[in-house]
């Protein structure tokens, strides 16, 4: 079945440093969406790609969706201690798959 | 924004006994619900795929008659966990799509422990 995997699993970061988390699916997306799980809380939906090659942001976070539809990629620029929690990225047509996540972790 | 409201946020019950989970979408209408659960610090396992109206399907390894599932309306549907042992112990959290919603809405989830 289809498998989206994320790297890094933990990333800690001074406060100010940029971060990154990565995904690959091992087939084709029709989109990709990011989740953001602060800890103790519930995934929260930040965004959703659809087309190859996209790119959209919002403030300092910036998502990037792969030519070929199999990877994508969150950019954080320089964080904060509000960026704290675990990014999940879930890819799928009729259901979402997630990925493991990354947890990120930011020293003030 | 759209909104799902999951209940109860936590939950103790003996071994043997069965508990229920409600998630309610509260300004949409979810006409696909999804069930996971969640282990400490690893990711999301889709347990079931809900369409109103119709029987629920389970993913691999999930077993129907355990994890009861209902979504009989376009609001509503429920996640019953029967004869509970220690090893259910999980986060279960429900999400859902439909027409008034942008990607998929996750409820708070409801934290289970079975002693």
């Known amino acids: 079945g289809q498998q989206v995997m994320q790297i890094p699993q933990y990333q800690h970061v001074q406060e100010g440093e940029d971060f990154t988390t990565y995904c690959n699916s091992s087939t084709t997306l029709s989109n990709i969406q990011w989740y953001k799980q602060r800890p103790g809380g519930h995934p929260v939906f930040l965004i959703q790609?659809?087309?190859?090659?996209e790119v959209k942001k919002q403030k300092r976070l910036t998502f990037q969706f792969g030519e070929a539809k199999k990877n994508s990629s969150l950019h954080i620029t320089a964080t904060q201690t509000t960026d704290v929690g675990t990014y999940f990225c879930a890819g799928g047509a009729q259901k979402l798959v997630f990925g493991q996540g990354t947890r990120l972790t930011i020293n003030p | 924004g759209a909104v799902v409201s999951q209940h109860p946020s936590r939950v103790i019950c003996k071994s043997g006994t069965s508990v229920k989970i409600e998630c309610r979408s509260l300004d949409f209408q979810a006409t696909t619900m999804f069930w996971y659960r969640q282990f400490p610090k690893q990711s999301l396992m889709l347990m079931a795929t809900s369409n109103e109206g119709s029987k629920a399907t389970y993913e691999q390894g999930v077993e129907k008659d355990k994890f009861l599932i209902n979504h009989a309306s376009l609001t509503l549907s429920t996640l019953t966990v029967t004869s509970a042992h220690p090893e259910d112990s999980s986060f279960y959290i429900c999400?859902?799509?439909?027409?008034?919603?942008?990607?998929?809405?996750f409820g708070s989830g409801t934290r289970l422990t079975v002693v």
């Open positions: 790609l659809v087309k190859s090659g």
């Open positions: 999400s859902a799509s439909g027409q008034g919603s942008y990607g998929y809405t």
